[in-house]
């Protein structure tokens, strides 16, 4: 177990505390070593991140820019070596006979598809798209589809396929973000239609816990893009803040997607939670504003000191100030960053201390979501926060 996964792993624990044991099953993992934005994963890698978080993962291949045929042997390899802990999807370009190789890596055992619109440069309208999902309803298996950055809002297509074939169970990646401003109105008539929780913003996490159905969320890491410990620790405290219920929050966890793979649709989990009865803290606000300006300067490649300053004296509220325990626990992750930052790893583009300013940035946006045992947890003082 990695030491960020060590120090990570109480904040998973507090979370068991209040919902029970959970059957953790990442939706959306891969493995590969050819992708053109340098990220790399060996199964063993993947493993060990699933293993730190007590899951269970799908697997398909990172972006194979000469093709898939051989991405998908390696991943049905790895997943007939752990059957108890992988399931591999296979993934297809469209520009490179992709049904045709979906229907071989079906045959040989993948449960599963995975499209890439932003990688393979290509719209979900396009007919070889239809004819995928044609053969998912037919096969009674999901289709994963890329729904984050970089791309065009695909949702209308989607929503279109998955109406037509109602026994394919189409999985929109990264909470959604080109279309949840309006999907989550169309999901409760929509069954067949699950967005996975592979994303960092808390803001958006927490939209989707609070208006989608629960049935229709599966959680998701992204690994190596994130790892699998820390996703839940964020994803499953947005859930909890948005109000999600222990029962729905394991069909979220696991439960939902684990259905779905034995071939059944998902399981009504009761209705959303809704939007929050009372407004956002206004000093926590304010810690929230300035770590997202540090994180978006370490994505653009810049010093993000100053607005990680101004997010730690964004923290001195003092020992007895209002949220001060939430406030402290920010200062610990951000003490953290600074002590353990260096270099990214080979194949990473950001320092593996940025997940814990990503979860500075949750617990500074879910103040209502109990927090572990910190004995060591720095004061919100103005002396701790310029130390």
Same mark, same amino acid.
């Given at each position: 177990?990695?030491?960020?996964?060590?120090?990570?792993?109480?904040?998973?624990?507090?979370? #068991?505390?209040?919902?029970?044991?959970?059957?953790?099953? $990442?939706?959306?993992?891969?493995?590969?070593?050819?992708?053109? $934005?340098?990220?790399?994963?060996?199964?063993?890698?993947?493993?060990?991140?699933?293993?730190?978080?007590?899951?269970?993962?799908?697997?398909?291949?990172?972006?194979?820019?000469?093709?898939?045929?051989?991405?998908?042997?390696? #991943?049905?390899?790895?997943?007939?070596?752990?059957?108890?802990?992988?399931?591999?999807?296979?993934? #297809?370009?469209?520009?490179?006979?992709? /049904?045709?190789?979906?229907?071989?890596?079906?045959?040989?055992?993948?449960?599963?598809?995975?499209?890439?619109?932003?990688a393979e440069r290509f719209g979900m309208d396009e007919p070889v798209?239809?004819?995928?999902?044609?053969?998912?309803?037919?096969?009674?298996?999901?289709?994963?589809?890329?729904?984050?950055?970089?791309?065009?809002?695909?949702?209308?297509?989607?929503?279109?396929?998955?109406?037509?074939?109602?026994?394919?169970?189409?999985?929109?990646?990264?909470?959604?973000?080109?279309?949840?401003?309006?999907?989550?109105?169309?999901?409760?008539?929509?069954?067949? /239609?699950?967005?996975?929780?592979?994303?960092?913003?808390?803001?958006?996490?927490?939209?989707?816990?609070?208006?989608?159905?629960?049935?229709?969320?599966?959680?998701?890491?992204?690994?190596?893009?994130?790892?699998? /410990?820390?996703?839940?620790?964020?994803?499953?405290?947005?859930?909890?803040?948005a109000g999600c219920t222990p029962a729905q929050l394991r069909g979220?966890?696991?439960?939902?997607?684990?259905?779905?793979?034995?071939?059944?649709?998902?399981?009504?989990?009761?209705?959303?939670?809704?939007?929050?009865?009372?407004?956002?803290?206004?000093?926590?606000?304010?810690?929230?504003?300035?770590?997202?300006?540090?994180?978006?300067?370490?994505?653009?490649?810049?010093?993000?000191? !100053?607005?990680?300053?101004?997010?730690?004296?964004?923290?001195?509220?003092?020992? $007895?100030?209002?949220?001060?325990?939430?406030?402290?626990?920010?200062?610990?992750?951000? $003490?953290?960053?600074?002590? !353990?930052?260096?270099?990214?790893?080979?194949?990473?583009?950001?320092?593996a201390a940025t997940l814990h300013m990503v979860l500075a940035l949750?617990?500074?946006?879910?103040?209502?979501?109990?927090?572990?045992?910190?004995?060591?947890?720095?004061?919100?003082?103005?002396?701790?926060?310029?130390?």
């Amino acid at each position: 177990m990695s030491e960020i996964d060590v120090q990570m792993r109480p904040w998973l624990e507090r979370i #068991v505390q209040d919902t029970g044991s959970l059957d953790l099953y $990442d939706a959306h993992t891969h493995i590969g070593s050819n992708d053109p $934005d340098g990220y790399k994963q060996t199964t063993a890698e993947l493993i060990e991140g699933l293993d730190s978080a007590g899951a269970r993962g799908v697997v398909f291949p990172m972006h194979e820019p000469g093709g898939y045929r051989a991405a998908n042997d390696a #991943v049905l390899a790895a997943a007939a070596e752990q059957p108890e802990r992988l399931v591999a999807f296979c993934r #297809v370009s469209p520009h490179d006979d992709a /049904l045709g190789e979906a229907r071989r890596a079906l045959d040989a055992g993948a449960r599963g598809i995975k499209l890439h619109p932003r990688a393979e440069r290509f719209g979900m309208d396009e007919p070889v798209v239809a004819e995928l999902v044609a053969l998912a309803h037919e096969r009674r298996v999901p289709v994963l589809i890329h729904a984050g950055r970089g791309i065009p809002a695909l949702g209308q297509s989607t929503v279109q396929l998955a109406e037509r074939h109602p026994r394919a169970t189409l999985i929109l990646a990264h909470a959604a973000i080109s279309d949840l401003a309006w999907l989550w109105r169309v999901l409760p008539a929509h069954p067949n /239609l699950l967005i996975d929780t592979s994303w960092w913003n808390p803001v958006d996490l927490i939209a989707l816990f609070a208006l989608a159905p629960p049935a229709n969320i599966v959680w998701a890491s992204d690994s190596p893009y994130a790892k699998p /410990l820390p996703s839940a620790v964020w994803g499953l405290r947005c859930a909890l803040q948005a109000g999600c219920t222990p029962a729905q929050l394991r069909g979220i966890a696991g439960g939902t997607l684990a259905g779905v793979l034995a071939g059944h649709p998902p399981q009504a989990l009761g209705p959303p939670p809704g939007p929050p009865g009372a407004p956002f803290d206004l000093l926590l606000e304010r810690v929230v504003s300035h770590l997202w300006g540090a994180l978006a300067r370490l994505a653009a490649g810049t010093d993000p000191v !100053e607005s990680l300053g101004l997010a730690r004296l964004s923290c001195a509220v003092g020992a $007895d100030g209002p949220l001060a325990a939430v406030h402290a626990a920010v200062l610990e992750q951000l $003490d953290r960053f600074e002590a !353990e930052l260096a270099p990214p790893p080979p194949g990473m583009r950001f320092p593996a201390a940025t997940l814990h300013m990503v979860l500075a940035l949750n617990i500074a946006r879910t103040p209502d979501v109990p927090l572990p045992a910190r004995p060591d947890a720095p004061p919100p003082t103005r002396g701790e926060a310029e130390a």
